[in-house]
């Protein structure tokens, strides 16, 4: 892990083959007047198999990239998370495990980036649901709402109360 990359990932459980290691534990001269592409070769020389950064100008850095193409490292680097440590940790937590079993070509490059959201309300999107099963949407409401009202006075009767409250079912 890049000097710069959040330290909380180190206390994220990874798989038992999976050991992620600080340059300043690696080798603390490494996290001070040495450029990214000392780093990659060194890495490589010490039989480290990737390194992970949040710094993605190495990616356009023409003298990184030699470096990297030298060397039998894979590169991730977390893009569009800014400094926000819970986001750069929580992108590398979901594509780490499959990184690590793509080991098809090295050196190979990874920019993880996070994807957009997608919020709706909860009637527009019953409104897709009821279109996609091309049924009416009022039809398709009074038919679940009324199979959910039947479970519950049988189940739960005490959620009678917000259901009455809430006035959809």
Do not use: C
């Not at 592409?37 to 890495?43: A, F, G, T």
């Amino acid at each position: 892990l890049d000097q710069n990359f959040p330290v909380q990932t180190q206390s994220t459980l990874w798989p038992e083959d999976l050991k992620l290691s600080r340059l300043d534990e690696i080798d603390p001269s490494l996290t001070h007047d040495t450029e990214d592409w000392e780093i990659l070769l060194e890495l490589e020389h010490r039989g480290f198999d990737g390194f992970i950064t949040n710094d993605t100008r190495i990616l356009r850095s023409p003298r990184e990239m030699v470096a990297l193409s030298a060397t039998g490292l894979t590169f991730v680097a977390t893009d569009g998370v800014g400094g926000n440590p819970l986001k750069a940790n929580g992108l590398l937590q979901v594509h780490l495990e499959d990184i690590v079993r793509d080991t098809a070509v090295r050196p190979m490059t990874y920019r993880l980036l996070p994807t957009s959201k997608s919020a709706m309300s909860a009637s527009k999107r019953l409104a897709d649901v009821a279109a996609k099963r091309n049924e009416p949407l009022g039809e398709l409401r009074r038919r679940e709402a009324a199979a959910i009202h039947t479970i519950v006075a049988d189940t739960r009767p005490h959620l009678l109360g917000l259901l009455a409250r809430r006035g959809s079912i």
